[in-house]
């Protein structure tokens, strides 16, 4: 009898942990430069093949989902069903975020003279942009907080906003400042070849591949035929791609790990804790807002729609291999190969439906980014000594909601729609540098949470799908 072999998620496991202990290893021993030369590149050029599979297999299995429907009424109920679905979840999301927030109160956990110190710090933000403070209070006005007031003006001086906040204060401002369609006009590419080219503009690459898929429903078969083989065997050979990507996936995972913890630890190990310690509250409760809704709401949602055909233990081997790779990656696009392949072939889900819906799923859903960003919203204004009242919380779901449409499926992107979420309730989008040094490994875990969200709406629409046949 032969060996047998490990599971390739836990393989991808096991380089995930090795890259993070070898990164303290090489912390402590100074080198840290030597991984970030010699080994982190490898898992960037792993995130650049997957990325370089991601575009086209999403614009060849749209195409060749929708001419697989075939019926072009059912696309749109199909279409409207997945929409709602995501949107839903998104919302459920955002509303666990503001409850475990709410209860819980990391922001206020923090020393009272530092958050006094913060709030005085806000309130001249405030009156320097010509605002107000958005609770209608004046603390810095009181003639106790006079000497704190003056200690800050004079600290406040030497306060810097990095480069990298300074860039995502730009863009966030260009992207509130845009008119109310222009979601819409952004949707629509106007050269399908520069949106190829680019992993921000998935969604132009959605809307190309479903209007190419239609418009080859409502050609005569005799056109459409070969069209159709092609854009099916050019599916079949970005399947592939993956397969043979994914043989290196453990070594790719484990030079990734390296090079996240060794951007984070430097020289000193202990960095990496320190870290942590500051942020620690903020960090749990994003952390078990994510890892509820993986193992609580979306099998919750699933049995309410498929009731006893929902299987836990299945359900979650099925995707594990996607999850671990949507960690390692923190990015959706990048994932997607792995999803559809885990979708398709361990949940037996209709290659129909995951050419339908999976693409859309990783463009607009973002679960974990939009319950991220409503925890980050109440945690910043509760260590700057703001209550935001029930209206201005439900402001943070709309908007939320909206930016999660347009946050790009890519490391980092969901700081600069946090920024405008920030704006819209008339806080200081520069607080993000608060919270950065956690993000990179919170962005990991809001990935898994997207990607869990993906597979449940696709096996949900699978299903609901079926049954109506049967």
Not at 223 to 237: A, E, K
Not at 309 to 327: C, H, M, P, R, V
Not at 383 to 388: A, C, K, N, S
Request: neutral net charge; proline residues 3%.
């Amino acid at each position: 009898m032969g060996k047998k072999k490990i599971a390739l998620h836990w393989q991808i496991i096991i380089g995930l942990l090795l890259g993070v202990v070898w990164a303290l290893f090489s912390s402590h021993f100074g080198l840290t430069e030597f991984t970030l030369n010699w080994i982190e590149p490898f898992g960037q050029v792993f995130i650049n093949l997957l990325k370089l599979i991601a575009v086209p297999l999403v614009l060849f299995s749209i195409i060749g989902g929708v001419t697989g429907i075939g019926d072009p009424d059912k696309l749109g109920k199909m279409g409207a069903k997945t929409i709602v679905l995501y949107l839903s979840t998104t919302v459920l999301a955002i509303t666990l975020g503001l409850i475990l927030v709410n209860v819980i109160q990391p922001g206020k956990k923090m020393d009272k003279s530092s958050i006094l110190e913060n709030r005085i710090n806000y309130e001249l933000w405030a009156q320097t942009n010509g605002l107000t403070p958005v609770d209608g209070e004046c603390v810095s006005c009181k003639a106790e907080n006079s000497a704190i007031l003056n200690s800050v003006v004079e600290k406040s001086g030497m306060q810097i906003v990095t480069n990298d906040v300074q860039d995502k204060i730009k863009l966030a401002k260009s992207t509130k400042d845009a008119r109310p369609l222009q979601f819409l006009v952004d949707m629509v590419p106007s050269n399908i070849f520069v949106s190829l080219n680019n992993n921000g503009l998935m969604l132009q690459v959605i809307v190309f591949a479903l209007l190419f898929g239609i418009s080859l429903l409502l050609i005569s078969k005799h056109s459409s035929y070969p069209i159709i083989q092609l854009v099916n065997g050019m599916t079949d050979v970005f399947v592939k791609m993956v397969e043979l990507t994914m043989a290196g996936a453990p070594f790719f995972v484990f030079s990734l790990m390296a090079g996240i913890v060794s951007k984070m630890a430097g020289d000193d190990p202990t960095k990496v804790l320190d870290i942590f310690m500051g942020l620690s509250w903020y960090a749990a409760v994003v952390a078990i807002g994510l890892l509820s809704m993986i193992y609580i709401i979306y099998p919750l949602v699933l049995f309410l729609f498929i009731g006893k055909e929902f299987n836990y233990k299945k359900f979650f081997q099925g995707i594990s291999e996607a999850q671990t790779l949507a960690f390692s990656t923190s990015s959706s696009v990048a994932t997607l190969p792995i999803t559809m392949e885990c979708v398709e072939e361990n949940l037996g889900v209709d290659k129909r439906v995951t050419s339908f819906v999976l693409p859309i799923g990783a463009t607009i859903n973002m679960d974990g980014t939009s319950l991220y960003q409503a925890v980050a919203v109440i945690f910043l204004a509760h260590m700057h000594g703001i209550d935001l009242d029930l209206s201005q919380q439900v402001t943070i779901v709309l908007t939320t909601t909206l930016a999660s449409i347009g946050t790009a499926a890519i490391p980092g992107a969901g700081l600069v729609m946090l920024m405008i979420v920030l704006q819209t309730v008339g806080l200081n989008p520069a607080w993000i540098a608060i919270i950065i040094p956690v993000d990179r490994i919170l962005d990991m875990i809001r990935t898994v949470v997207n990607v869990t969200g993906d597979a449940t709406v696709s096996t949900i629409i699978d299903k609901t799908e079926k049954n109506k046949v049967d």
